[in-house]
């Protein structure tokens, strides 16, 4: 069982950069592959980034790629999206989640289990 609470969204300039916290809880975190994912109303939950167990291995989506950067911090339970050169379109809820996703499946929410209930990013022009 994880439990996740994101936090640090805020209103930031475009330009600007960003980092987002997710605290996690439970014994097995580190056996769970990690996730970020963004939605805004009206679209579906969209893929941001991922990283595998051991943070050895990460996956980005083509539009965050070279600005994003997930990492985990196993011993203190703790998985972080640091965020750089934001545009407006980034504009999002963003979401954490835990689950056993591996591969090419790591972009797919259905393979999370666990989710935390989001932080607000917004990014002006």
């Known amino acids: 069982q994880v439990r996740l609470v994101e936090s640090g969204g805020r209103l930031v300039q475009a330009g600007g950069s960003l980092r987002l916290s997710c605290a996690a809880s439970?014994?097995?975190?580190?056996?769970?592959?990690m996730g970020w994912f963004r939605q805004t109303p009206g679209k579906e939950r969209e893929f941001v980034a991922a990283?595998?167990?051991?943070?050895?291995?990460?996956t980005y989506a083509d539009s965050v790629k070279g600005r994003f950067t997930i990492s985990r911090d196993n011993a203190e339970k703790m998985v972080y999206l640091q965020m750089n050169s934001l545009k407006p379109e980034d504009t999002a809820v963003y979401y954490c989640?835990?689950?056993?996703?591996?591969?090419?499946?790591?972009?797919?929410?259905?393979?999370?289990?666990?989710w935390g209930q989001g932080t607000q990013v917004t990014v002006s022009s």
């Open positions: 990283i595998n167990w051991s943070g050895g291995s990460t």
């Open positions: 989640a835990a689950g056993s996703a591996s591969g090419s499946y790591y972009s797919d929410s259905g393979k999370y289990y666990y």
């Open positions: 439970g014994r097995t975190f580190s056996s769970y592959a």
